[in-house]
């Protein structure tokens, strides 16, 4: 009796107060309560963060018209991403895919069509060959297909972007320049290294875990190159001839540089001890250049 007693009292509050009492809750447990009645149906949906884990569920069609709604995270499996309907989340400033099934290609540009202040979007492994990412605010953006799965690609219309991620999947071109990134972040093949460097003139940091194939050297240097370069990471060397000469190219044209790290992936010391001697010996732009070796 005093348990119901307790339930109708919280019952009796307004929406927005129960609203952000369930904020306080974890994602599965906060929606369990849709079940206490027919006014609790959707209350869980009107939070600020939802975390779903909802695998082969159908996502509820009033979650793509949330005001309320800041920070939203959809894992495996998760089916019903329409691409008709409405869709307005008008306070949506991140968002995380993972997995996610689509109604079809048109469903994930109709669902960030209504994202109109959306500053980060994350997307993993999802189920499209590919992504036409089209934002006027996005600042921070990471796509990750399964490893090596050169057959997904995205397109990148995100003028605002700063923070650029890419890894395992094919960048097939941007509409617009990207005048405002200042850190970018590869696991792609060396082709599409260039691609984008000749788009972000403004490119302070550079962190790569590329794919030791195909490197050309481009026929103009990029601007980024040139002008604001001044920390580059690399992740990955394996010490193949490709790794090497774009080493090479970097050093000897970036004329701002402040620090390459690269982190050798070998064990074997004398294999370590060659590419250190054959690097160091390389061209610097920069005299203000440090090279460090892990």
Known sequence: MEKRSSMDRLSALP??????????????IS????????RWGFLWICVKKLDLWLEHATLPRCLFTCKTLVDLTLYDGCVGMPSSGPVFLPSLKKLHVCRVKYQDV?????LLSGCPVLEELIIRYNYLDCFNISSPTIKRLT????????DSSVKINAPELRHLQLRDIAFAGSIVKFDNLTKLELGVEFCFLMKLLEIADNLEVLILIVKPHNWMEPKQVPTCLLLHLRTIKIDQFWFEGHEFNMVRYLLKNAQVLERMGIHLM????KAKSYAVKRIS?????SEACELAFH
């Open 31 to 38: 929606a369990a309560t849709s079940i206490l009645s027919r």
């Open 266 to 269: 070998y064990s074997d010391l």
């Open 15 to 28: 929406d927005d107060i129960i609203c952000h009492i369930l904020s306080f809750l974890p994602t599965k």
């Open 106 to 110: 048109e469903a994930f540009p109709q």
């Open 281 to 285: 010996s390389f061209k610097r732009r």
């Open 143 to 150: 796509v990750q297909c399964e490893r090596n799965n050169f």
